[in-house]
């Protein structure tokens, strides 16, 4: 199945001479690498062809791997192959103009609940979008070229979304497909230090934020990053949604949720969860994403309440018919 589908793509691939990349809002490491690390591939494979980046938004985080294109005039749609990359539902595309190429393929790792394209790849049990990619890759390796670069795009990917190879969805095969990346002379020394070096004022939201993390009765562990943190810490959206992984250790707070005010007025939710999955609680709040990893969006502080509840109720249960957790 998923190998006809991949032979689909390639031979899209091989029509067009014209071929737009996309991916989701507020990027991450996966959706930049595996945009990013194709575009790599592609260019390397058929240098005739054109092949761009098209997005609208952008991370400070990740600039160390470098820019994307320009948008486009709409005309210039008119014969492209557009392929969105990591991007469960049309609204997250970082492209409006996604619907106005020719043909359009979607390539994604989340849960498929609004399906969309003319090809649709979706593998929900990968541990990130570049593991697709990299497996792409692997199965036309005959064909397709890639270097050193392109390896370090898709490597990032992988090693970030799978939580430094550390969740769940890591198998035998993404580490076989990440060694087959290593092998391409990626400087993992330099790789790492761009993704963990911190710049003070974030060490100092870090120590702050630490003291305001509550936990529910039974057990959520929760931090809300209203403006006014974000102002007095000078942080970025990026630095702010960051404060997630700082309630992540602890003991019997099998779920944690950082909530952060959005410039617009609406509150972004990053949920996370280990044990037991938490993608429909994000789904519930107008969102979505992994099992044990989605966001969602909240339009009030009294949405933040009914959330909490939601997901208080649902730890009390697991952890009232469930052994073994911490
Ligand atoms: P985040 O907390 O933003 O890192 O999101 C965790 C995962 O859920 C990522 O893979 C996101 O792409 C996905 N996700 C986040 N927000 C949403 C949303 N509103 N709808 C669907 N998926 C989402």
Same mark, same amino acid.
């Given at each position: 199945?998923?190998?006809?589908?991949?032979?689909?793509?390639?031979?899209?691939?091989?029509?067009?001479?014209?071929?737009?990349?996309?991916?989701?809002?507020?990027?991450?490491?996966?959706?930049?690498?595996?945009?990013?690390?194709?575009?790599?591939?592609?260019?390397?494979?058929?240098?005739?062809?054109?092949?761009?980046?098209?997005?609208?938004?952008?991370?400070?985080?990740?600039?160390?791997?470098?820019?994307?294109?320009?948008?486009?005039?709409?005309?210039?749609?008119?014969?492209?192959?557009?392929?969105?990359?990591?991007?469960?539902?049309?609204?997250?595309?970082?492209?409006?103009?996604?619907?106005?190429?020719?043909?359009?393929?979607?390539?994604?790792?989340?849960?498929?609940?609004?399906?969309?394209?003319?090809?649709?790849?979706?593998?929900?049990?990968?541990?990130?979008?570049?593991?697709?990619?990299?497996?792409?890759?692997?199965?036309?390796?005959?064909?397709?070229?890639?270097?050193?670069?392109?390896?370090?795009?898709?490597?990032?990917?992988?090693?970030?979304?799978?939580?430094?190879?550390?969740?769940?969805?890591?198998?035998?095969?993404?580490?076989?497909? $990440?060694? =087959?990346?290593?092998?391409?002379? #990626?400087?993992?020394?330099? %790789?790492? &230090?761009?993704? !963990?070096?911190? *710049? +003070?004022?974030?060490?100092?939201?870090?120590?702050?934020?630490?003291?305001?993390?509550?936990?529910?009765?039974?057990?959520?562990?929760?931090?809300?990053?209203?403006?006014?943190?974000?102002?007095?810490?000078?942080?970025?959206?990026?630095?702010?949604?960051?404060?997630?992984?700082?309630?992540?250790?602890?003991?019997?707070?099998?779920?944690?949720?950082?909530?952060?005010?959005?410039?617009?007025?609406?509150?972004?939710?990053?949920?996370?969860?280990?044990?037991?999955?938490?993608?429909?609680?994000?789904?519930?709040?107008?969102?979505?994403?992994?099992?044990?990893?989605?966001? $969602?969006? =909240?339009?009030?502080?009294?949405? #933040?309440?009914?959330?909490? %509840?939601? &997901?208080?109720? !649902?730890?009390? *249960? +697991?952890?009232?018919?469930?052994?073994?957790?911490?």
């Amino acid at each position: 199945m998923s190998l006809e589908l991949k032979k689909r793509i390639l031979q899209k691939i091989k029509e067009y001479n014209k071929i737009i990349i996309s991916r989701h809002v507020r990027p991450d490491g996966d959706c930049i690498g595996g945009t990013k690390g194709l575009k790599e591939i592609l260019t390397l494979t058929y240098p005739e062809k054109e092949i761009y980046l098209v997005n609208e938004d952008y991370s400070e985080y990740l600039a160390f791997l470098g820019g994307e294109d320009a948008q486009f005039e709409d005309e210039f749609y008119s014969d492209a192959l557009v392929i969105v990359l990591d991007t469960a539902s049309t609204d997250r595309i970082s492209n409006k103009k996604y619907n106005l190429g020719k043909e359009l393929i979607k390539i994604d790792h989340h849960i498929d609940i609004k399906p969309y394209g003319d090809i649709s790849w979706v593998e929900d049990w990968r541990s990130s979008l570049c593991e697709m990619i990299v497996d792409f890759y692997d199965t036309f390796s005959d064909e397709l070229k890639i270097n050193s670069m392109g390896a370090t795009y898709l490597y990032t990917g992988m090693v970030t979304d799978s939580g430094r190879f550390r969740h769940n969805t890591v198998t035998g095969t993404t580490l076989r497909l $990440a060694g =087959l990346m290593l092998d391409k002379g #990626i400087n993992t020394e330099w %790789l790492h &230090a761009n993704l !963990k070096m911190e *710049e +003070y004022n974030q060490l100092q939201f870090k120590a702050y934020a630490l003291g305001q993390i509550k936990v529910t009765e039974n057990g959520v562990a929760y931090i809300y990053v209203d403006k006014e943190m974000q102002e007095k810490f000078n942080l970025s959206r990026e630095d702010a949604s960051a404060s997630v992984a700082f309630a992540e250790n602890i003991k019997g707070s099998l779920i944690w949720v950082a909530f952060i005010d959005n410039a617009d007025g609406t509150i972004r939710v990053r949920l996370r969860s280990r044990f037991l999955t938490c993608n429909d609680i994000g789904e519930n709040w107008r969102g979505g994403g992994h099992e044990c990893a989605c966001g $969602a969006t =909240l339009h009030s502080a009294d949405e #933040i309440d009914k959330l909490l %509840l939601e &997901a208080d109720a !649902k730890l009390k *249960e +697991y952890k009232a018919t469930h052994e073994g957790w911490l």
